[in-house]
């Protein structure tokens, strides 16, 4: 979320993405509640565990580059951890994409 609190601070004049961050904190108690915080961080890695609907829970890790000259511009990649648990989830959440 630290991530996310950049975004609006370099598109102040972004009226369409002042209108979202407007309407998410009332749409979701969860967001409401991790928005409040005002922490601002870059985040280049993390991990983290989330829940698909189709297949289930898995712990995934994302990076985050920035090219050094369009810092506008990123590329995220998520990957799954290391652990059977994770990757046999994968597996089925590719197999659901073809």
Do not use: K
């Not at 102040?12 to 961080?41: I, K, N, Q, Y």
């Not at 993390?46 to 090219?67: K, M, N, S, W």
């Not at 652990?83 to 994968?90: A, F, G, I, K």
């Amino acid at each position: 979320m630290g991530s996310l609190r950049q975004i609006p601070g370099r598109h102040p004049e972004d009226a369409l993405l002042a209108s979202l961050v407007g309407e998410l904190p009332m749409a979701s108690t969860e967001f409401a509640a991790l928005w409040s915080d005002h922490r601002v961080r870059p985040c280049e890695a993390d991990a983290y565990r989330l829940r698909h609907p189709l297949v289930g829970e898995l712990t995934v890790t994302q990076q985050i580059l920035v090219p050094a000259r369009c810092p506008e511009q990123s590329l995220v990649l998520v990957t799954a951890q290391e652990n059977p648990s994770s990757q046999d989830t994968l597996v089925l959440l590719r197999g659901y994409a073809s």
